[in-house]
Each structure stands twice: as structure tokens, then as C-alpha cells.
């Protein structure tokens, strides 16, 4: 019970740090770059760079056998989705690419439907068709 309560008051801290992100974004955007990368460290153990250059294996190596899997492969696309939201596809090519294996891969290891997912894969292969 401790080890929940423990997972669900870091997941309700990482989304106020994204809210916070997202807010900045438009009023102070030369905050945004040091959030976002804190984010990844603070949240998910490595570097903003570990996750933009690696492949999809490594990356879920590195969560692999914690019992914060599937809600770090979640933080991660969420900080993929919000990377594409504030600075595009041209950013990093790979991306969007990246983040649909992301939802894939949840998908599969939660089997739980959701809908604002689903949302975000259509948005995400509009991006990739104009690209």
C-alpha cells in the first residue's frame, strides 16, 4: 500500500511539473529547456539526450523489472508528446516515431483502452504525413 501511495504521489507531482511546463511555455519559454530536462532526470533516472538518441529496447531496459514500468514508459511519452507540442517534428525527426512504439508498447503491457491515446497516435501520424 506504501509502494502505491508512493507511485501515485510522485505520478500527481510529475503532471503538476508538466502543467507548470506547459504554462511556461507561452509566458516564459527560456524556462522551459531546464523543466524539461530536470523532468527526465528527476522522473526517469537519465538524461534528456539518453532518451532522444536511444532506440525503444534500450530505453525500456532501463525501466525494466522496476515496479515503475509502465508509469515511467507513460512519463516518458508524456514528455515526448509535450517535446512535440513545444518545439515540432523538425526538432527531432525521430520523435514521433518514437512516441507511437511509446503507445504501442503501453497498450500491449496495460491493455486498458484509452482514449486521449488514441487522440494523441491520429495527431501524432497527421505530424508524420506532413513531415
Not at 22 to 29: A, M
Amino acid at each position: 500500500m506504501i509502494r502505491q501511495d508512493y507511485l501515485m504521489a510522485m505520478i500527481e507531482q510529475f503532471f503538476k511539473a508538466i502543467a507548470r511546463l506547459v504554462k511556461l511555455r507561452n509566458s516564459e519559454p527560456e524556462k522551459v529547456m531546464p523543466i524539461l530536462e530536470d523532468l527526465y532526470t528527476d522522473y526517469l533516472k537519465h538524461d534528456r539526450d539518453f532518451f532522444l538518441t536511444s532506440d525503444l529496447t534500450a530505453i525500456l531496459q532501463t525501466f525494466a523489472g522496476s515496479e515503475k514500468e509502465i508509469a515511467q514508459t507513460e512519463m516518458l511519452a508524456e514528455l515526448f508528446y509535450r517535446e512535440l507540442q513545444i518545439f515540432g517534428p523538425a526538432a527531432n525527426q525521430h520523435l514521433p516515431g518514437q512516441l507511437l512504439q511509446l503507445y504501442d508498447y503501453i497498450d500491449k503491457q496495460t491493455r486498458e483502452y484509452s482514449i486521449e491515446r488514441m487522440n494523441r497516435r491520429k495527431e501524432i501520424e497527421l505530424l508524420i504525413g506532413g513531415m
